[in-house]
T-cell receptor, first 112, second 116 residues
Framework: QKEVEQDPGPLSVPEGAIVSLNCTYS??????FMWYRQYSRKGPELLMY????GNKEDGRFTAQVDKSSKYISLFIRDSQPSDSATYLCAMSARPGANNLFFGTGTRLTVIP | GAGVSQTPSNKVTEKGKYVELRCDPISGHTALYWYRQSLGQGPEFLIY????????DSGLPNDRFFAVRPEGSVSTLKIQRTERGDSAVYLCASSLWAGADTGELFFGEGSRLTVL
């Protein structure tokens, strides 16, 4: 079993829809959780970072962590065509960025 | 440059050949990472440097893979006797320092390696 599981999609939604992306994990040592966005043929870029259970909001994006269920989510409100990308969850047992464990990524397309 | 720069962007080689991939991190970033991303997968950790030394090389798949960062800036990932299974995008990333609170890695666009 992989340490981080993520549905690869693809996921297609109409513009303006609410998008929900999810990851589950098995390693209870993971304490730090991130969401990265990766456009085609580009490197991933950090969207959200959190280390506590609960919600964290940044504009149209909300990251949710439930450590008891080992489940994290990213919600995108009022989705835009420019949100079309692959979304990768990532996590680590220590603060900082060494040796992140990534999910496989979910490919999202927002249709105008 | 402003971001992480990787060269070459694409490399096609034959099985058994030697390959070098170069990474130029963001100026001032002391931590540098190599990840490998196979098709349809997330990035997998290979190695990270804090300064000139490899602080964690636990992700290198075998002894055909080696990386250096002699002056604490540019890094080279070296792959000997390439195999078809080495085909992937090799991503380099840097951060201010490995313990930075935000956990933000700044990735380059990657070097796409194809082994025929």
């Amino acid at each position: 079993q992989k340490e981080v599981e993520q549905d690869p999609g693809p996921l297609s939604v109409p513009e303006g829809a609410i998008v929900s992306l999810n990851c589950t994990y098995s390693n209870s040592a993971f304490q730090y959780f991130m969401w990265y966005r990766q456009y085609s043929r580009k490197g991933p870029e950090l969207l959200m970072y959190t280390y506590s259970s609960g919600n964290k909001e940044d504009g149209r994006f909300t990251a949710q962590v439930d450590k008891s269920s080992k489940y994290i989510s990213l919600f995108i409100r009022d989705s835009q065509p420019s949100d079309s990308a692959t979304y990768l969850c990532a996590m680590s047992a220590r603060p900082g960025a060494n040796n992140l464990f990534f999910g496989t990524g979910t490919r999202l397309t927002v249709i105008p | 440059g402003a971001g992480v720069s990787q060269t070459p962007s694409n490399k096609v080689t034959e099985k058994g050949k030697y390959v070098e991939l170069r990474c130029d991190p963001i100026s001032g970033h002391t931590a540098l990472y190599w990840y490998r991303q196979s098709l349809g997968q997330g990035p997998e950790f290979l190695i990270y440097f804090q300064g000139t030394g490899a602080a964690d090389d636990s992700g290198l798949p075998n002894d055909r893979f080696f990386a250096v960062r002699p002056e604490g800036s540019v890094s080279t990932l070296k792959i000997q006797r390439t195999e078809r299974g080495d085909s992937a995008v090799y991503l380099c990333a840097s951060s201010l320092w490995a313990g930075a609170d935000t956990g933000e890695l700044f990735f380059g666009e990657g070097s796409r390696l194809t082994v025929l």
